[in-house]
């Protein structure tokens, strides 16, 4: 039997789970003003830009972004867009993307979408586009494809799910459009007309997760196909690695045809006090992510001072706000003796330290020791020697280092990683 303390915390470390909000009753529940200003710089770019308009938008892995996008597919739609909405990792699996694989997920998810909200596509119209998606470059693949492509099959479902499990799918669309990228555009195109024309809307796409790829994943696509990539006469929204755009001949290039927008990590100090011992936090920063920890936790369940440290000890990037009150969640639930009963268990000081010292040592493991010195000259420069070294990018895309800003930019550890320094004697 599941006691009340232990179900309670259990439902908190659910509720901590739950990014992005999606859900209008998550929304209303859980919602707390974050990156507004963020929030409407996005909007006002897709409504000023042309029909053909790209945004990139950046920012850490786990700064909020996926949240934010949420929110902006419900503005833009309120602002008469016809808005497709889809994770690359619902789509594709994320060691295998490409460019390719990018633009045929947004075919056949505007298809797809449109077909699901029974648009009065043509019949003729919506059968040309799904034979067109049968044809390969090779002969016995398109047989197959037909060949499952039966009556009543789930069109969507099939190929969709050929696209996010099947190597060999993916291997034969490679191959297919590898140097056919302009009639892979102009399918996208024609979907996107169709849409437009039925609806009176004009599409916007929106993709999530491109961020979360590894980086030797993402710099062809948006190094050597971003032509391809940004191809099609429609509004799409990328998502991209922060540490990618530290690439100056790269930002050149993104810059040129498309605007970048960035999502900035909630900064606790200013860079002036953030080393002196009496600095006090940001106040108004400090209370946004508490807000948030104070939603999914209810007060019973934590002392009120460890809230504070929690958000602290996050460097103001919220999925790490969510993993230490998860963790902290998590070792509450095993303190708890199924066989006693009235255990007021509760997120303290001890619970708290039990925390970071099982995420600190998550960071440790991955850390090579030629790394160090680095960390300890980020850390005491608040700058790398070299910010486009691939050491530093990886520090960043891993969360080891954070970006913030004030007028200018800087950088400084995790909070879990400044204590592993200390640990060590570095700092």
């Not at 047989?143 to 190929?159: A, H, N, S, T």
């Not at 007060?299 to 919220?318: A, F």
Request: hydrophobic share 40%.
């Amino acid at each position: 039997m599941v006691s009340d303390r232990r179900a309670a915390f259990i439902q908190a470390y659910r509720n901590l789970n739950l990014f992005p909000l999606s859900e209008a009753d998550e929304i209303e529940q859980f919602q707390v003003k974050y990156g507004q200003k963020v929030l409407r710089t996005l909007r006002d770019a897709i409504i000023a830009s042309e029909t053909n308009g790209k945004l990139i938008f950046t920012g850490h892995r786990g700064c909020g972004k996926s949240t934010l996008l949420v929110q902006l597919a419900d503005q833009m739609r309120d602002e008469g867009f016809y808005i497709a909405r889809f994770s690359i990792a619902d789509m594709v699996e994320m060691s295998d993307v490409n460019h390719i694989n990018i633009l045929y997920a947004i075919a056949l998810k505007l298809l797809s979408q449109a077909t699901k909200r029974q648009m009065p596509i043509p019949e003729g119209t919506k059968n040309a586009l799904v034979n067109w998606f049968t044809q390969t470059k090779s002969r016995e693949y398109t047989d197959q494809l037909k060949q499952e492509l039966g009556i009543g099959v789930d069109f969507y479902g099939l190929f969709s799910g050929k696209l996010q499990k099947e190597g060999a799918f993916r291997e034969i669309i490679r191959e297919t459009y590898e140097r056919r990228v302009s009639e892979l555009s102009k399918q996208i195109d024609h979907i996107a007309a169709t849409i437009q024309t039925t609806t009176g809307k004009e599409v916007l796409v929106i993709i999530d997760d491109l961020d979360k790829l590894d980086l030797d994943v993402v710099r062809p696509i948006f190094q050597d196909n971003i032509k391809a990539l940004f191809s099609p006469e429609i509004r799409v929204v990328f998502t991209i690695p922060v540490a990618v755009i530290r690439d100056p001949q790269l930002v050149a290039t993104l810059e040129s045809d498309s605007k970048i927008i960035m999502l900035p990590v909630t900064k606790f100090y200013r860079r002036e006090d953030v080393r002196q011992e009496t600095a006090t936090p940001i106040e108004a920063d400090v209370e946004t992510l508490q807000h948030l920890l104070e939603k999914r936790i209810p007060d019973e369940l934590i002392e009120p001072e460890i809230k504070q440290q929690i958000v602290l000890l996050s460097g103001g990037v919220l999925r790490e706000l969510v993993r230490i009150g998860q963790e902290c969640c998590r070792i509450c639930m095993s303190e708890i003796d199924p066989e006693l009963e009235n255990q007021l268990v509760k997120i303290n000081a001890d619970i708290l330290q039990e925390a970071v010292k099982s995420l600190r040592n998550q960071f440790a493991r991955t850390l090579g020791g030629n790394l160090y010195e680095l960390l300890k000259t980020t850390y005491e420069n608040l700058a790398p020697p070299n910010a486009k070294s691939g050491e530093f990018l990886e520090l960043l895309h891993s969360l080891y280092v954070l970006e913030y800003e004030n007028d200018d930019l800087w950088y400084d550890l995790h909070p879990l990683v400044t204590d592993i320094l200390r640990r060590r004697q570095l700092i």
